[in-house]
C-alpha cells in the first residue's frame, strides 16, 4: 500500500539508506493516527523518524 499510518506524534521525517531526507512532514493527530502518502517514494529501504514532545521514535520502513 501506498500509506503508511502512524500513531500519537507530529514531526516525520523519512530518509534514505545514505541519510537524505526523502519526505518530511509535520501533521495533526487525528483519532490517534497519522496517514501518509508515499506513492511519490519509489521502492526501497527507508528509515522514518517520527518526533514528539518525548523524543523521537526510529523504524525501518520498506516500501515494496
Given at each position: ?20 531526507s ?43
Open positions: 500500500s501506498d500509506f503508511l499510518v502512524c500513531c500519537k506524534n507530529r514531526l516525520i521525517n523519512i530518509y534514505n539508506t545514505i541519510g537524505q526523502v519526505f518530511a512532514t509535520n501533521k495533526e493527530i487525528r483519532n490517534n493516527e497519522i496517514v501518509l502518502d508515499i506513492s511519490v517514494l519509489p521502492s526501497g529501504n527507508y528509515f522514518l523518524n517520527i518526533k514528539n514532545e518525548i523524543g523521537v521514535i526510529s523504524k525501518k520502513l520498506i516500501k515494496n
